[in-house]
């Protein structure tokens, strides 16, 4: 079986920083794109950033130019920087990854279980 486990959600104030990591574990052969979402109350979830296995990268509008998004594929894990967090980006954010389990299996989605990061004074 294969998990996504988020960490690093917190209360910060307006202006701060954060940084969400994403590990996954289990029977891995390769990871193809690793995106973050988030969910606010009453709102869809939607994406947030996204990046290939490859490096590249896209983003929400909303968060361009404030939030970094990268990986390490050595470690099977996918971070996001989120810096002059604002009240707005307060949402659970959830870990996403199409990865394959071995050669001749195709790319499953995988969800992480969320974390909430609240951004007020």
């Known amino acids: 079986q294969v998990q996504l486990v988020e960490s690093g959600g917190g209360l910060v104030q307006p202006g701060g920083s954060l940084r969400l990591s994403c590990a996954a574990s289990?029977?891995?052969?390769?990871?193809?794109?690793m995106n973050w979402y988030r969910q606010a109350p009453g709102k869809q979830r939607g994406l947030v950033a996204g990046?290939?296995?490859?490096?590249?990268?896209n983003y929400a509008d909303s968060v361009k130019g404030r939030f970094t998004i990268s990986r390490d594929n050595a470690k099977n894990t996918v971070y996001l920087q989120m810096n002059s967090l604002k009240p707005d980006d307060t949402a659970v954010y959830y870990c996403?990854?199409?990865?394959?389990?071995?050669?001749?299996?195709?790319?499953?989605?995988?969800w992480g279980q969320g974390t909430q990061v609240t951004v007020s004074s």
């Open positions: 996403y990854a199409e990865i394959r389990s071995t050669w001749k299996d195709g790319y499953p989605d995988y």
């Open positions: 990046i290939t296995s490859g490096g590249s990268t």
């Open positions: 289990g029977r891995i052969f390769s990871i193809r794109d």
